[in-house]
């Protein structure tokens, strides 16, 4: 069984700077080996497929998604709203400095501690474990998202699914473009301005 985390990638400024890595490493990570879950998150995928594509194939093809509403932070709440729309089973967790989202207030979302203390660490992916467990095995009477809390038809995925010729011709040469900016920024480092020969002098006003 797999999982998928949805959750800020990068730091806001109000965070230190790699606070959501570590929420991944020390509080989403554990609490999905506990359930014996292989869990990614989007910059985890290295496939060579347009990114887009693979996230969103996981958001919909994912046992379980664990999202993190910390921030409140727009991709999130957009791959959220996908899963929703398939009526798929998501667990919802948020720092307890994040204020509860109203459209969304009345889900069950699990709250931990953003100073990642060991104590509250251990609570919270104790907390998070139970929460992955029991919605992997719910009650008859569980919601997953709005759609069902709404009584309101899923979304459903055609059995045949096929993309055009062009369209994947596009995709391809984003994903190479992409590729390509990738290898460029890797092998171009910052020029030591201490290490410039005289005629190369920075000259400061």
Same mark, same amino acid.
Do not use: W
């Given at each position: ?39 990614? =998150?989007?910059? *985890? #995928?290295?496939?060579?497929?347009? &990114?887009?594509? !693979?996230?969103?194939? %996981? $958001?919909? @093809? ?37 204020? =509860?989202?109203? *459209? #969304?207030?009345?889900?069950?979302? &699990?709250?931990? !501690?953003?100073?990642? %203390? $060991?104590? @509250? ?41 096929? #993309? ?42």
């Amino acid at each position: 069984m797999t999982a998928f985390a949805v959750m800020p990638i990068s730091d806001p400024p109000e965070y230190e700077s790699g606070h959501f890595q570590r929420v991944y490493d020390h509080l989403i990570k554990p609490a999905c080996i506990n359930v014996g879950l292989d869990v990614v =998150r989007a910059d *985890d #995928i290295k496939s060579t497929n347009y &990114i887009i594509l !693979d996230i969103l194939n %996981r $958001i919909i @093809s994912s046992s379980i998604v664990i999202c993190d509403l910390s921030s409140k932070n727009a991709n999130v709440f957009y791959e959220l709203g996908i899963r929703q729309a398939f009526d798929l089973p998501v667990v919802l967790v948020k720092d307890r400095k994040t204020d =509860r989202v109203f *459209d #969304i207030q009345g889900l069950r979302t &699990i709250d931990y !501690d953003s100073s990642m %203390r $060991i104590d @509250s660490v251990q609570r919270d992916v104790a907390n998070i474990t139970n929460a992955i467990r029991e919605t992997l095995t719910p009650a008859e009477a569980d919601v997953n998202s709005l759609v069902s809390l709404l009584g309101l038809q899923k979304a459903q995925l055609s059995n045949k699914s096929e #993309i055009s010729a062009e369209t994947r011709l596009i995709m391809n040469s984003i994903s190479d473009l992409s590729q390509r900016i990738s290898q460029i920024e890797d092998q171009t480092a910052p020029l030591d301005p201490f290490s410039r020969s005289p005629s190369q002098k920075i000259i400061h006003f």
